[in-house]
Nanobody, 117 residues
């Protein structure tokens, strides 16, 4: 059984920064990829950023140049540094961990990010 615990969300003004953390209950080496998704009111859940076990990263076009995903293997933790935040970044952010064989996704409980104008 895997637990993912997000933290770091909150209220921030436009242009500000937040860093989200996702702590996993086991070594992140056991996952093929970890990432961050978000879901805004009335919107579908979308991929924000991911990092593979090999260190490759992918970002949504809307956050490229502003967000950065990173990991600390010793702490079993993945981070999402969010800079130059915009009101449209407001959403619940979810941590995801994927096991490729068999394919399975683990999800955290979500953390609210609210960006005021």
């Amino acid at each position: 059984q895997v637990q993912l615990v997000e933290s770091g969300g909150g209220l921030v003004q436009a242009g500000g920064s937040l860093r989200l953390s996702c702590a996993a209950s086991r070594s992140i080496f056991s996952f093929n990829a970890m990432g961050w998704y978000r879901q805004a009111p009335g919107k579908q859940r979308e991929l924000v950023a991911l990092i593979t076990s090999g260190g490759n990263t992918n970002y949504a076009d809307s956050v490229k140049g502003r967000f950065a995903i990173s990991r600390d293997n010793a702490k079993n933790t993945v981070y999402l540094q969010m800079n130059s935040l915009k009101p449209e970044d407001t959403a619940v952010y979810y941590c995801n961990a994927r096991v490729a064989v068999p394919l399975y996704d683990y999800w955290g409980q979500g953390t609210q990010v609210t960006v005021s104008s």
